[in-house]
T-cell receptor
Framework: KNEVEQSPQNLTAQEGEFITINCSYSVGISALHWLQQHPGGGIVSLFM???GKKKHGRLIATINIQEKHSSLHITASHPRDSAVYIC??????????FGKGTRLHILP | DSGVTQTPKHLITATGQRVTLRCSPRSGDLSVYWYQQSLDQGLQFLIQ???????AKGNILERFSAQQFPDLHSELNLSSLELGDSALYFCASSAGQGNYNEQFFGPGTRLTVL
C-alpha cells in the first residue's frame, strides 16, 4: 500500500461542476501540500496545510489530521482547471512523499 | 514565473555518461529541493539542501549527487546514466528549512538517456 493514496486517478466533469479530489496518507506529517501540474509540465503549489481549511479563489483544501485525510475542492469548475492535481505529504522526518496524482478534465 | 530557474531545459545523452543539472532558487530562498518525475514512478523526492548543507535525503541513487553552493544555486550530478534515468527533474525552493514551507518549482529539465 502506498503511503499517500489519491482518488480518483482520473476525473472528467462538465464545466460548472463541483469537484472533489481526495488524499489519504499513512505517515506522520508536518504539512500536506496540494500541487497542480499543467499539461505543459509546470508545477504550481496550490496549498500547504497543517490543520483545518484554506481557500483561494475557487479552490478549497481541507485536512483532518486524526483521520489522515485531505480533500481538494474546486467550485464552479472551468476548462482551464484541467490539469493533474498531486498531493504530497511533508513527513516529520523531512522527507516528502507524493501521491500518484489525479488527472482532471473539465469539458466545456 | 516562479522565480526558480533550471538549466538546461532539455538534455539528451547516452547510457554510461554523466550530466549536471543546475538550479537557481528564488531570490532570498535558502532551501533547494530536487525531484525526479518519471512515467512509471511519478514524482519522487531526491534531496534537500538548506543554506549549503544537506537537510533531507529521499530516494536518491548512489550514482546521483548534489550540492548547494555559497551563492545558493544547486547542482544535481547524475553519473553512469541508465535508460531508466530518463525523466523530468524538477528543483524547487523555499524560504525556510522545514517541509512545511511553500515551495516554488522550476520549469524542469527533461533528461533523455539513449
Amino acid at each position: 500500500k502506498n503511503e499517500v493514496e489519491q482518488s480518483p486517478q482520473n476525473l472528467t466533469a462538465q464545466e460548472g461542476e463541483f469537484i472533489t479530489i481526495n488524499c489519504s496518507y499513512s505517515v506522520g506529517i508536518s504539512a500536506l501540500h496540494w500541487l497542480q501540474q499543467h499539461p505543459g509540465g509546470g508545477i504550481v503549489s496550490l496549498f500547504m496545510l497543517s490543520s483545518g481549511k484554506k481557500k483561494h479563489g475557487r479552490l478549497i483544501a481541507t485536512i483532518n489530521i486524526q483521520e489522515k485525510h485531505s480533500s481538494l475542492h474546486i467550485t464552479a469548475s472551468h476548462p482551464r482547471d484541467s490539469a493533474v492535481y498531486i498531493c504530497a505529504a511533508g513527513g516529520v522526518d523531512d522527507k516528502i512523499i507524493f501521491g500518484k496524482g489525479t488527472r482532471l478534465h473539465i469539458l466545456p | 514565473d516562479s522565480g526558480v530557474t533550471q538549466t538546461p531545459k532539455h538534455l539528451i545523452t547516452a547510457t554510461g555518461q554523466r550530466v549536471t543539472l543546475r538550479c537557481s532558487p528564488r531570490s532570498g530562498d535558502l532551501s533547494v529541493y530536487w525531484y525526479q518525475q518519471s512515467l512509471d514512478q511519478g514524482l519522487q523526492f531526491l534531496i534537500q539542501y538548506y543554506n549549503g548543507e544537506e537537510r533531507a535525503k529521499g530516494n536518491i541513487l548512489e550514482r546521483f549527487s548534489a550540492q548547494q553552493f555559497p551563492d545558493l544555486h544547486s547542482e544535481l550530478n547524475l553519473s553512469s546514466l541508465e535508460l531508466g534515468d530518463s525523466a523530468l527533474y524538477f528543483c524547487a525552493s523555499s524560504a525556510g528549512q522545514g517541509n512545511y514551507n511553500e515551495q516554488f518549482f522550476g520549469p524542469g529539465t527533461r533528461l533523455t538517456v539513449l
